[in-house]
């Protein structure tokens, strides 16, 4: 695991509450996994950067495979586009120059 990828995982864990992000189901009982809201393919890192793909809003914890394929918000353009403006506005703070 790399430490961008230890960081997203901390991230998601921590803002998940111990419970499964789509069902609701505690992490414990199923299978733990961080899911890509974005999915992590090679044409989506093409598209929208390794920055947004890697980006810790972009992965949310599941309990199970079916669950992180509900999570996949690839075909939804608005979505995509809402969830990239939040990473680029979150991200644009760390840079805000004072005045
Ligand atoms: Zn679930």
Known sequence: MTETEKEQRRYALAISGGVCEVCG???RDGQPQGA???GNTQTNRA????FVIDHRFNIG???SLKCN????ISRDIG???RLCAR??????QKYEVKK
């Open 36 to 38: 890509h809201r974005i």
């Open 79 to 81: 979505a995509v586009i």
């Open 69 to 72: 394929g509900a999570l996949d």
């Open 25 to 27: 189901r505690p992490l």
């Open 61 to 63: 914890m599941t309990c």
């Open 87 to 92: 990473i680029y506005a979150a991200e644009a």
């Open 47 to 50: 598209k929208y950067g390794d």
